[in-house]
């Protein structure tokens, strides 16, 4: 079999969820002696570094990249607002790589293109012009539930109606281009339910996303005298600094008041100088630390304040593999076949957060407990190998 994959951004280096996950299909498919050739967009804030790429990756997928200016441009979002284009999408466009994309699939036959997230589905109308291949889409999340969350959550009246005309173009636009490929393979069953209500008819996979097990190494954790919880994520996504300043200004006040000794530990990408100069008592901020899993095995408790998030999120399932106790929202374990208090806590409320903070601090053999039953269930339901097969077959049944 001969695949395709068009990407938003480079899968290498894995600096952040979305890249990790795309660099797990790719090595599932090398791994399954798929043939992949793999072409990307590259951005600003996602650069094409060759030099940090894997070797034998590189050489596997012939990669090749293309440079486009993402950035927001305020003359065109506010101009999308006119003409009813869903700005979030239009900006992925780029001449330079259809070009690119057409000289490809004119040079090459593939029984699949796999095109991963929504931002490069502009591109499938060249696809279909110069292939006869299948059409995946690897949805990573819905996009416009993550928008029409951040409509909900703000107090700010303006934005909170740019948002909302934001998420609708979105989902006009989801609404839209669902059924022009052959297949979905959503990241979540909440997700594959949410296309089927969108008027998807198309052929619909559940593929979460995976880990190399053999790359997060379990060791049984030691009760903790001193508990110290953690917040791992990038920083220039919204919806984690969001949930950040939530718990920061909310709820980290009041589980002070309640447990002193505690310290809350936030490390992460492009972390804006706010975070610095906050004057939240007992907060440490790390910004981008050079090893997240040093960091991750560092430290006791995973917090995952998310309000507005769609789809699964990586890092939880990477603190899970570790051993680690997650306190989540409902938000931010969506995607995840947890059960609370067995292999995860969930929080949605400040009142919930103490909660289940006094809980673990009662008997803190519930802190060895929990991480033991996260990483079961690690690797029962997430592990790549397993997952990958899964799709192969999926692509085959196309």
């Known amino acids: 079999m001969k695949v395709l994959q068009i ?174 490929v052959d297949g979905i393979a959503s990241i979540t069953d909440e997700d594959g339910l949410k296309y089927r209500k969108l008027g998807c008819v198309k052929p619909v996979i559940t593929i979460p996303f995976g880990i190399e097990l053999n790359q997060f190494e379990y060791q049984e954790l030691e009760i903790p005298s001193t508990v110290s919880l953690f917040h791992l994520g990038s920083m220039d996504w919204k919806p984690n600094l969001e949930g950040i300043a939530w718990f920061g200004e909310s709820i980290w006040p009041k589980i002070q008041e309640e447990f002193q000794q505690l310290t809350f530990n936030i490390a992460g990408r492009n972390m804006p100088n706010w975070l610095f100069t906050t004057n939240w008592k007992n907060i440490v901020n790390h910004g981008e630390v050079e090893d997240a899993k040093a960091f991750i095995l560092e430290h006791h408790v995973m917090i995952v304040p998310l309000l507005s998030a769609g789809g699964m999120r990586i890092k939880i399932i990477e603190g899970m593999a570790l051993g680690k106790v997650v306190i989540s929202t409902s938000v931010g374990a969506e995607g995840i076949d947890y059960k609370d208090r067995e292999n995860i806590l969930i929080a949605n409320k400040k009142n919930e957060f103490i909660k289940q903070i006094s809980w673990l601090l009662e008997d803190k053999n519930r802190i060895k407990f929990i991480g033991q039953n996260a990483r079961k269930l690690v690797e029962k339901k997430y592990n790549n190998e397993i997952i990958n097969h899964q799709l192969v077959n999926f692509y085959q049944s196309l």
């Open 7 to 180: 990407c938003h951004k480079p899968p290498q280096p894995a600096i952040d969820g979305g890249c990790i996950a795309m660099n797990n299909i790719t090595k599932g498919f090398i791994e399954n002696g798929i043939d992949v050739k793999l072409i990307t967009i590259c951005t600003t804030k996602h650069p094409f570094k060759k030099e940090l790429i894997d070797r034998r990756f590189f050489k596997k997928t012939k990669m090749e990249a293309v440079f486009v200016d993402t950035e927001i441009n305020i003359v065109d979002a506010f101009s999308s607002l006119v003409t009813s284009d869903s700005y979030n999408i239009s900006r992925f466009f780029s001449t330079d790589f259809d070009r690119l994309l057409r000289t490809t699939l004119e040079e090459e036959k593939f029984d699949i293109v796999h095109i991963e997230s929504l931002f490069m589905t502009p591109y499938i109308g060249t696809i279909k012009r110069f292939s006869n291949a299948k059409l995946v889409l690897r949805s990573h999340n819905l996009e416009y539930m993550i928008w029409e969350r951040l409509a909900n959550s703000t107090s700010n009246k303006a934005k909170q109606v740019y948002l909302k005309i934001l998420a609708k173009q979105l989902k006009q636009y989801e609404s839209n281009v669902i059924n022009d």
